[in-house]
């Protein structure tokens, strides 16, 4: 479904250590499958997840994904990108704003 890089996994694992004990990140689509649509990346606290909630376990975190969101975040990826001007996260998603059909 979503392929979270090492290098993203690193970024997100330094920013948990901040947090709550348990607390992994959540993936989500906003008006998915809409021309409107937009991802997003939050943090998860264990008493945010529901029963529906897919988890995805990586090698240093796991991410929940709803289940509304879930056809529309499929071949996602999340990087985190160095370059000379700085870091930045990058989230594609290009099934977010139309489900893709097989």
Known sequence: ??????????????LLANQEPGTQIRVFVINP?????????SYCPPDAV?????ELKFDQ???YVDELSAPFLEEAEIDFV??????????????????KVS
């Open 1 to 14: 479904m979503i392929n979270i890089t090492e290098a993203a996994q690193t970024h997100f694992a330094k």
């Open 33 to 41: 499958g809409t021309p409107t649509a937009e991802c997003g990346v």
């Open 50 to 54: 529901e029963a529906t909630d897919t």
């Open 61 to 63: 975190l796991s991410a």
């Open 82 to 99: 160095t370059d000379q001007l700085g870091s930045q996260l990058t989230l594609k998603a290009p099934n977010a704003k139309m489900r």
